[in-house]
């Protein structure tokens, strides 16, 4: 009976359907009808695949692939492809047609031989129809296809080292270059006798091509050949001969200048030699202790709005980092009450160009010394390092800098008892190995010292002196300038005297000189790599205007000595000389072809800072494309930051080559989508270089890769195709390296390679043989593109606008529909759309998500450049792959770019669809009572009836539906972290501002002011000042400021196809339903209009500022993670000159004298 019972309850359902009445599955007694939503989704669904599937191509391109990969007449059943790895292959397995030897099958249906090349897509199809129609007769002969596969796992600790070789290539030809340039430079030096008499024109980079009123040339300005290149970004350089830069604060005919000037103009002929060696090269350029810039090839200088070209080529890293050894630095700051006024600001200002001269493998801190009533403690700037020193990093540097604006003169110096202090932390923190382990210094910027104390250095520095001196005396009063003095000669220091903020820059740069003596006189050419940079001012300078911002680049660096015999011991210092290295140029080694979608190369320092990896974010956009304050700082941890213990991180710092694998959450789309995978890390350093570098493979079919293999007259045939285009930032042929090659596309240096007509080309063969190959196998959908094209009965309403293809080799086919000019994004595959295209470091984003996506399904989602917009589109794509198995490779992915109205407009067509013989649907989109949503995996809205809400994440508008979905387990929220975000912070006004209440100090005030400014200030001190910090600090705006934050992501579960729910809104029960679009990453969401549930709170993906409390942070800049001290270091040397130890500085000019009394007068009324 219950068997029966059961089988009249399957009756009574299938005669309800067929009568009209549906059995729904409800979430409530008056819910919506799943079957219906079912009925809708499938109606869609069906539509969408078999648009996309036909004006994609993808299953024609499919099938191309699966007839290569068929086995052979004569082969064994089971054919194994070869494999190179020593971890073995994949094995591919078809079955031997038995009715004819020539055909084979697939899936249980037998295919005659593949179509071939130059034949139609239609004669093939009609030829396959007449075979299955006639009993699939077999060919008179068989002929094999001339295309065959094998598949190879990828080795990637193979992979890396040959990345690393390539590298240390590179950068070893960029180091010898500037070894010349050192040869060159101390030979010509040592050939020259300094004549102060000396009168030299030379081209100055800004008076270049510069004309008077009566159109004669200006000194040192002459006429000077400029011709546009395109390898120095489009400038108009001069390739014979280098220009002189010289700051604005020095004189152009000072005779130190002009003497350097002049035996530097040797560098011209090895200048122009190192490019005829190695044409990549870009800027060179020589670096003088005197302060003047020599650079190749020679471009015109532009100063800047206020006339000024705030650039000193001495306060650049590379500079600093070849000139000097890694040091622990302690600087004590007298805040006394006679430090008040001018005198602590440029006490603040000397401190903070002392901070400008320290780099990422020195350490530091800050002790204001003063003697107060009730305290008298020694004062930390931060009063969380007590005691200790941190990394000089720009996060650190800039946090002090803070701190020295709350700096108040009051009280009584107690110098002793700081010197004591400095001792103690520089001989402490040496011991813990933690620091540079190499030179020391403590920096005393003070207005006076009343002794010497000569006990202190006794106790604690004598006999061996390893802790330098140097003695910053602010003010002109020169009545305890010899005490400073004497602490200074007799601890291997400098002495300066700082009187306006002019002297500040000039003074401070000499101690750089002493700490490089030992240096100079052990003649060790060091060469330093600088870290990940952007030299703003050199590009202000230059003008360079790129829409994409300016390129991030590293320098090699070495130090230039004097030879000369009667200097020897005093050590000097002529400058530094380097080149840069554009980190486009490094990405261009990278084997992304061999990386697969989602792989990716990426190195690091010896600090661990990111040298470049594709999460590597330096600018942001507001206005222009802008540095972020901590660009050139960002951790390896901050990126990988899955990595909980740095593992990789530390294994890479200490220069090792091993492995690492662990789960990884990938952000794509601007952060909005996040995709799950599991890596395997791959890495070793390289060598000459304080780098490492390491490679990512995606488990899956990111750890395979297939070698095809065609004629190559057949392969270049195909890629001349019009229709055909190459990654533009892959490298198939370097055309960099020969002048003569420069001219060339990257597929006619193809064609010459191959056909060997240039043999001097430099090319990867491998690379091409698989572009060949995908050429030839993508050719056939050309015709058919073209074939839909010229259709006119399809695409009458112009629906779909562009089908396109990507491969794994960077090779792309486009096809339009409609004309350029009719594009509803016009961006999409250009460069402006730099997600949509071939990188040097990533697929299309199209592309890596297809991939992720279910074989045979498309993946469909509205670029959020244009979500907003009223020209909006839908992209559609799917993965094409070699094999039916997850670890087969990807070969390609196809998809279609259609209008968002076109595809909204099939959506509300098939939500009219009903069962009902009389067409009386019991609920529709169209109705009221309801509300439609089309949303993808990720909850982003495609198609709803509010065009506004179009692009939105689905929880800001359905909060309450949103969040029962993620209690429901249809969607997933997966927490992210933005270690490189920016977050607007409100600068509130100065803690030492101050009310002047009496209207005659006022006065008083702002004459003495006026006064000192136009005395103590030029023009170049106070535009010398970073211009970006300064405006970063600007009181009472907001700013935007290095953050930390938190925020979701959301992911649907493949799962669950269906599901029905219901929401309480406030005592009213909402009910919904969810549907999955067949073949698609879609979701229909269905919900009843009946509650009013805009009281529930928005399901937001707004970031979330991380706030450490007050402890934490202070742990935070406490710890110190792992490093790799630069193997040089030279502390001190027995022979050093340590008399040569400074004195006080004079009065810049007569004008000073004459306005002294003036200050004076008005200052004491």
């Known amino acids: 009976?219950?068997?029966?019972?059961?089988?009249?309850?399957?009756?009574?359902?299938?005669?309800?359907?067929?009568?009209?009445?549906?059995?729904?599955?409800?979430?409530?007694?008056?819910?919506?009808?799943?079957?219906?939503?079912?009925?809708?989704?499938?109606?869609?669904?069906?539509?969408?695949?078999?648009?996309?599937?036909?004006?994609?191509?993808?299953?024609?391109?499919?099938?191309?692939?699966?007839?290569?990969?068929?086995?052979?007449?004569?082969?064994?059943?089971?054919?194994?492809?070869?494999?190179?790895?020593?971890?073995?292959?994949?094995?591919?397995?078809?079955?031997?047609?038995?009715?004819?030897?020539?055909?084979?099958?697939?899936?249980?249906?037998?295919?005659?031989?593949?179509?071939?090349?130059?034949?139609?897509?239609?004669?093939?199809?009609?030829?396959?129809?007449?075979?299955?129609?006639?009993?699939?007769?077999?060919?008179?002969?068989?002929?094999?296809?001339?295309?065959?596969?094998?598949?190879?796992?990828?080795?990637?600790?193979?992979?890396?080292?040959?990345?690393?070789?390539?590298?240390?290539?590179?950068?070893?030809?960029?180091?010898?270059?500037?070894?010349?340039?050192?040869?060159?430079?101390?030979?010509?030096?040592?050939?020259h006798e300094d004549n102060p008499d000396l009168q030299y024109e030379y081209f100055n980079a800004v008076l270049i091509n510069e004309v008077d009123n009566e159109g004669n040339n200006v000194e040192l300005g002459g006429e000077f050949l400029l011709e546009p290149n395109d390898h120095f970004n489009n400038l108009s350089v001069n390739l014979s001969l280098s220009v002189v830069q010289v700051p604005t604060n020095m004189y152009n005919k000072d005779p130190d200048i002009v003497n350097g000037v002049y035996w530097s103009e040797a560098l011209n002929k090895v200048f122009v030699d190192n490019f005829n060696k190695d044409p990549t090269l870009i800027w060179q350029y020589f670096g003088s202790a005197k302060g003047f810039f020599r650079q190749y090839p020679g471009v015109k200088w532009h100063p800047d709005e206020h006339g000024v070209i705030g650039f000193d080529c001495r306060n650049r890293k590379w500079y600093i980092q070849a000139a000097t050894s890694p040091k622990d630095v302690v600087i004590l700051v007298d805040v006394s009450g006679s430090m008040k006024g001018l005198r602590l600001t440029i006490a603040r200002q000397t401190v903070s160009s002392i901070l400008d001269t320290l780099g990422d493998d020195d350490f530091f801190n800050i002790i204001a010394f003063v003697c107060l009533q009730y305290n008298h403690d020694i004062h930390y700037v931060e009063p969380c390092l007590n005691g200790t020193l941190v990394r000089a990093d720009r996060t650190n540097k800039d946090h002090f800098r803070e701190h020295l604006d709350k700096l108040f003169a009051k009280g009584i110096g107690l110098l002793g008892q700081a010197l004591t202090e400095a001792f103690t932390i520089l001989n402490d923190f040496n011991q813990t190995g933690h620091g540079s382990v190499c030179s020391q210094a403590i920096m005393l910027v003070t207005d006076g010292a009343t002794e010497m104390y000569d006990d202190v250095f006794e106790k604690y520095n004598w006999p061996e002196r390893k802790v330098r001196i140097f003695p910053y005396l602010i003010g002109r009063e020169s009545a305890f300038a010899d005490n400073l003095k004497w602490m200074a000669c007799a601890n291997k220091g400098y002495f300066s005297q700082i009187s306006t903020l002019a002297d500040v820059q000039e003074n401070v740069m000499r101690y750089l000189h002493v700490m490089s003596r030992p240096k100079v006189i052990d003649h060790e050419h060091d060469t330093v790599w600088t870290e990940a940079y952007v030299d703003s001012a050199l590009s202000q300078a230059h003008k360079l205007n790129d829409k994409a911002g300016p390129s991030l680049m590293t320098t090699v660096a070495m130090p230039v000595f004097s030879t000369k015999n009667k200097t020897k011991n005093q050590g000097i210092l002529l400058g530094v000389v380097g080149t840069d290295i554009p980190l486009q140029e490094l990405m261009k080694l990278i084997?992304?072809?061999?990386?697969?979608?989602?792989?990716?190369?990426?190195?690091?320092?010896?600090?661990?800072?990111?040298?470049?990896?594709?999460?590597?974010?330096?600018?942001?956009?507001?206005?222009?494309?802008?540095?972020?304050?901590?660009?050139?700082?960002?951790?390896?941890?901050?990126?990988?930051?899955?990595?909980?213990?740095?593992?990789?991180?530390?294994?890479?710092?200490?220069?090792?080559?091993?492995?690492?694998?662990?789960?990884?959450?990938?952000?794509?789309?601007?952060?909005?989508?996040?995709?799950?995978?599991?890596?395997?890390?791959?890495?070793?350093?390289?060598?000459?270089?304080?780098?490492?570098?390491?490679?990512?493979?995606?488990?899956?079919?990111?750890?395979?890769?297939?070698?095809?293999?065609v004629s190559v007259e057949t392969g270049l045939r195909d890629l001349e195709q019009p229709d055909v285009a190459l990654a533009d930032e892959w490298t198939y042929c370097n055309t960099e390296e020969q002048h003569e090659h420069r001219h060339l596309t990257q597929i006619q240096a193809i064609k010459l390679f191959m056909t060997g007509r240039r043999p001097k080309l430099k090319c990867d063969r491998e690379l091409i043989k698989e572009v060949l190959f995908d050429a030839v196998v993508t050719a056939p959908l050309e015709a058919y593109w073209t074939g839909l094209a010229l259709n006119k009965s399809e695409n009458s309403d112009k629906g779909v606008e562009i089908t396109f293809l990507g491969t794994r080799t960077g090779l792309s086919r486009t096809n339009l529909f409609v004309s350029a000019d009719q594009l509803s994004n016009q961006d999409f595959l250009t460069a402006e759309d730099k997600e949509g295209v071939f990188n040097a470091d990533h697929f299309p984003l199209w592309y890596k998500r297809a991939?992720?996506?279910?074989?045979?399904?498309?993946?469909?989602?509205?670029?959020?450049?244009?979500?907003?917009?009223?020209?909006?589109?839908?992209?559609?794509?799917?993965?094409?792959?070699?094999?039916?198995?997850?670890?087969?490779?990807?070969?390609?992915?196809?998809?279609?770019?259609?209008?968002?109205?076109?595809?909204?407009?099939?959506?509300?067509t098939a939500c009219r669809q009903c069962t009902a013989l009389d067409g009386k649907c019991s609920i529709s989109c169209d109705s009221e009572d309801i509300n439609c949503y089309l949303i993808d995996n990720n909850g982003f809205i495609l198609v709803t009836e509010e065009q506004s809400q179009t692009g939105l994440f689905f929880g800001e508008v359905e909060g309450a539906v949103m969040n029962k979905l993620l209690q429901m387990g249809s969607f997933k929220r997966i927490t992210l972290y933005d270690y490189q975000a920016l977050c607007r912070e409100y600068a509130g006004s100065s803690d030492c501002a101050r009310t002047l209440s009496d209207p005659f100090s006022v006065v008083k005030w702002l004459l003495a002011e006026l006064i000192i400014f136009l005395l103590e200030f030029n023009l170049?001190?106070?535009?010398?000042?970073?211009?970006?910090?300064?405006?970063?600090?600007?009181?009472?705006?907001?700013?935007?400021?290095?953050?930390?934050?938190?925020?979701?992501?959301?992911?649907?579960?493949?799962?669950?196809?269906?599901?029905?729910?219901?929401?309480?809104?406030?005592?009213?029960?909402r009910s919904f339903v969810i549907q999955q679009i067949p073949s698609s990453n879609l979701f229909m969401v269905v919900v009843d209009n009946k509650c009013d549930c805009s009281s529930a709170p928005p399901v937001t993906m707004d970031p979330i500022e991380i706030m450490y409390i007050e402890s934490l942070k202070c742990d935070r800049l406490k710890f110190q993670k792992d490093r790799k001290k630069p193997e040089s270091c030279h502390p001190f040397h027995p022979e050093e000159n340590a008399m040569e130890c400074g004195s006080a500085s004079r009065l810049r000019s007569p004008f000073t004298a004459v306005l002294l009394p003036l200050i004076a007068a008005s200052v004491s009324r």
């Open 1020 to 1069: 170049y001190s106070w535009w010398n000042i970073d211009l970006s910090v300064k405006a970063q600090r600007s009181r009472g705006k907001t700013m935007m400021a290095p953050c930390d934050t938190e925020y979701p992501a959301f992911v649907s579960e493949r799962t669950i196809k269906e599901t029905t729910g219901n929401t309480d809104c406030d005592g009213c029960v």
């Open 851 to 908: 991939a992720e996506q279910v074989p045979g399904t498309f993946v469909y989602s509205i670029p959020f450049s244009t979500a907003l917009e009223n020209k909006s589109v839908v992209l559609a794509s799917t993965a094409i792959q070699l094999l039916d198995d997850r670890k087969s490779p990807i070969v390609a992915a196809v998809g279609i770019q259609m209008k968002l109205e076109y595809f909204q407009r099939k959506f509300w």
């Open 1 to 191: 009976m219950t068997f029966l019972r059961g089988t009249c309850s399957i009756l009574r359902l299938l005669l309800g359907v067929l009568v009209g009445f549906s059995v729904e599955v409800t979430a409530s007694q008056q819910g919506i009808p799943l079957s219906v939503v079912k009925l809708w989704a499938s109606a869609f669904g069906g539509e969408m695949k078999s648009i996309s599937a036909k004006y994609s191509g993808s299953q024609l391109l499919q099938k191309e692939l699966w007839a290569i990969t068929a086995p052979r007449p004569g082969i064994n059943t089971s054919t194994e492809t070869t494999s190179s790895s020593a971890k073995g292959g994949s094995r591919i397995n078809s079955r031997l047609s038995p009715a004819c030897p020539g055909a084979w099958e697939e899936g249980g249906t037998t295919r005659v031989n593949p179509r071939r090349y130059g034949e139609s897509i239609q004669t093939a199809f009609r030829k396959r129809l007449q075979a299955q129609n006639q009993g699939l007769p077999c060919p008179e002969k068989y002929k094999p296809p001339g295309k065959t596969v094998r598949v190879e796992e990828i080795d990637g600790v193979k992979l890396v080292k040959n990345l690393a070789v390539k590298m240390e290539e590179m950068f070893r030809k960029k180091a010898e270059a500037t070894r010349r340039l050192v040869e060159a430079a101390e030979d010509a030096h040592h050939q």
């Open 591 to 709: 084997p992304k072809h061999m990386l697969g979608i989602h792989g990716y190369a990426f190195a690091i320092t010896n600090n661990g800072y990111i040298l470049t990896h594709p999460d590597l974010r330096p600018l942001y956009q507001e206005g222009q494309k802008r540095r972020k304050p901590n660009y050139s700082s960002v951790d390896l941890s901050e990126v990988e930051w899955e990595d909980k213990d740095d593992i990789l991180r530390n294994a890479m710092v200490k220069r090792r080559t091993g492995t690492f694998s662990m789960e990884v959450k990938k952000t794509v789309d601007r952060g909005r989508r996040v995709l799950k995978m599991h890596n395997d890390y791959y890495y070793t350093d390289i060598k000459g270089t304080p780098f490492s570098v390491g490679v990512a493979l995606s488990r899956g079919h990111g750890k395979y890769f297939f070698r095809g293999n």
